[in-house]
């Protein structure tokens, strides 16, 4: 499975931002799918995950402002972000946990930059 992260930039707090996450490979054996982020000196969070049957977890830094989604047909994972604030600046990153041979594996994308400026 290959992962391939797309849509952010720099935006003023209060705006929105849609990231999108697209899939290929063997995107039918994908379990659950995730968002996360990090900022420069700390550690990589959870931003929000999703899982086959569309169950959704959020961290509590953005719960009520993010909202993470999933197209089976187009293989690809959104997340939309709302009322963004300068501490969700980081580097978002998708992931995926599948199966492969009857093992979990977990592969990434390669991150894209999010900048809120206040």
């Known amino acids: 499975v290959q992962l391939v992260e797309s849509g952010g930039g720099l935006v003023q707090a209060g705006g929105s931002l849609r990231l999108s996450c697209a899939a290929s490979?063997?995107?039918?054996?994908?379990?659950?799918m995730e968002w996360n982020r990090q900022a420069p000196g700390k550690q990589r969070e959870l931003v929000a995950s999703i899982t086959s049957a569309g169950s959704t977890n959020y961290g509590d830094s953005v719960k009520g402002r993010f909202t993470i989604s999933r197209d089976n047909a187009k293989n690809t994972m959104y997340l939309q972000m709302n009322s963004l604030k300068p501490e969700d600046t980081a580097v978002y990153s998708c992931?995926?946990?599948?199966?492969?041979?009857?093992?979990?594996?977990?592969?990434w994308g390669q991150g894209t930059q999010v900048t809120v400026s206040s």
């Open positions: 992931n995926a946990r599948y199966v492969d041979s009857g093992n979990y594996r977990r592969s």
């Open positions: 490979g063997s995107t039918f054996s994908i379990l659950t």
